[in-house]
């Protein structure tokens, strides 16, 4: 794997793509071919890095900021055909209309598993996943339990069962532990097929000069393993809900700010007991990937605190967070002074959060789309681009570059091509902001997919603050790339010296 000080010390450029978003049979996206091939994609266009948005298992509003699990693997993303080349399911397994594909993957999975546990316990396949389930019972043990009850319980949230389960009652867990043994083993065996599937496509990327960036919620989803094994370390009641949420005041993106819904933390605890939780989440992330994003890293230094009642994030409060001594611990259990984390410091930004993150020299992010309001203090303008940072042309909160160049009004586009120079006035959206990013100071330079295909508005991937049906559900196809498009590509990332080799 990559060494971890070698992140941003020279430049580099990469692309912005969830796993959804890839074309797959599955209708999904998933680790399969068409994840390798766009690894292929990218070494072939000299962009270095692939960021994704969080791989665990989503709620039924697909988002994958509200994950049932902090460590796992979405389940989703495995790859069936992956299964028939390992020889553990058929291609009569695989004979199915696109509408089943669903059921069609747990029913592969029953076969696949059904199939491994026929195997000799002294066989290759039995000790690998031995191997797994050791290395992982920090969070897998839980976790399979967890997904077992809930698939009991008709899929409601954990503060809904009966109460013996609810607050984690040993006779009962037990009790469940031996009548479901072969579901919680099934569980546990899909994760050991993600994680092998992920491991595999992770060397893939690097032997191809590829790094793989994730993305790591500051919060955890109220319904998730994470919680209900660990009710100490969050601010709830007797009975399991939160007393207050996540979310941030009024900002860009909301007039009534953005009430997210996570339950806050119990911090104090959480320094009590040397903030172990951390370290197992990081221990896991730093597993999966090369670089870390760090979501809402300003709640590192302050949060936002909204009561459970309050509809809207309107009426909150920041409440201090003991960052410092988190992140000491952190760079005191990893052992460097240079871990591969990223701040996201969008949003409100106080000096005192800067600080934070200047003492640990974490680099931060710079949205080229949010460059052209206010004055020439603006830090997105390009002229104030510093090395140790992170550009990119919009996020997966963004518009797409070319939907947000159609919004804007004359007066702004005027603005916008002005800032970027005279000699991109002909450019069009998206390249020139394209341009600005690969030419950046910014060591590195990230591009959403969208970007590099020239879409507009209908293929944003969120909109912050709303439940559109057609948030998370993005997806391109190989149809879309001009032959040309990974040619065009190298050229620019030559000009601006982010090629890797």
């Known amino acids: ?167 984690r009652k040993p006779d009962a867990l037990m009790l469940v532990k031996s009548e479901l043994s072969h579901v919680i083993s099934k ?93 197992d989440r990081l221990k896991t992330q730093l597993n999966l990937y090369d670089l870390i994003r760090i979501d809402h890293f300003r709640g590192f230094e302050a949060y936002w605190e909204i009561s459970a009642n309050e509809p809207t994030a309107i009426n909150g409060r920041w409440v201090k967070a003991p960052g410092e001594a988190l992140l000491r611990r952190i760079y005191e259990c990893f052992g460097s002074r240079s871990l591969p984390l990223v701040a996201e410091n969008l949003g409100v930004i106080t000096e005192e959060v800067e600080a934070l993150r200047a003492m640990f020299e974490i680099p931060g992010m710079l949205i080229l789309q949010f460059a052209f309001d206010g004055g020439l203090d603006n830090p997105y303008l390009p002229a104030n681009h510093r090395e140790n940072e992170v550009v990119y042309t919009g996020t997966h909160d963004n518009d797409t570059t070319v939907g947000w160049y159609a919004g804007l009004s004359d007066s702004g586009k005027r603005k916008v091509l002005e800032t970027l120079g005279e000699d991109r006035q002909t450019d069009a959206m998206p390249w020139s902001l394209i341009a600005s990013a690969l030419n950046s100071k910014a060591r590195l330079a990230m591009i959403p997919m969208q970007d590099f295909l020239e879409l507009g508005a209908d293929a944003r991937m969120n909109t912050p603050g709303t439940l559109e049906d057609r948030n998370w559900s993005w997806q391109f196809a190989w149809s879309q790339l001009p032959d040309s498009l990974a040619h065009s590509i190298l050229t620019r990332v030559r000009e601006a010296e982010r090629t890797h080799r």
């Open 187 to 279: 569980i546990k065996f899909e994760q050991f097929v993600f994680f092998s599937q992920w491991n595999q496509l992770r060397r893939y990327a690097n032997q191809k000069g590829v790094l793989l960036f994730g993305d790591m919620p500051i919060f955890v989803a109220l319904d998730s393993a994470d919680v209900w094994a660990n009710k100490e370390s969050f601010d709830l009641d007797e009975q399991g809900n939160a007393r207050v949420v996540a979310g941030v005041p009024p900002d860009y993106f909301s007039a009534t700010g953005q009430r997210w819904g996570n339950p806050h933390y119990n911090w104090q605890h959480m320094e009590e007991t040397g903030f172990q939780w951390w370290m």
């Open 1 to 167: 794997m990559a060494e971890v000080d070698s992140i941003l010390d020279r430049r580099r450029a990469g692309v912005l793509l969830h796993i959804t978003s890839l074309p797959s049979p599955s209708g999904t996206g998933d680790l399969g071919d068409d994840a390798h091939h766009f690894v292929d994609f990218l070494a072939e266009a000299g962009l270095s890095v692939w960021q994704t948005l969080p791989i665990g298992p989503t709620h039924g509003d697909r988002s994958p900021y509200q994950c049932m699990s902090a460590h796992a693997g979405n389940p989703e993303f495995i790859s069936l055909e992956w299964l028939v080349h390992r020889g553990w399911i058929t291609p009569a397994d695989m004979s199915a209309t696109p509408d089943a594909r669903a059921p069609l993957r747990q029913s592969a999975l029953s076969k696949a598993f059904i199939g491994l546990v026929r195997e000799p316990e002294d066989g290759f396949n039995r000790r690998q996943l031995r191997s797994f389930e050791r290395a992982n019972e920090y969070w897998l043990d839980d976790y399979a339990l967890f997904i077992c009850l809930r698939e009991k319980f008709g899929n409601t949230s954990w503060q809904t069962w009966p109460d013996e389960y609810r607050d």
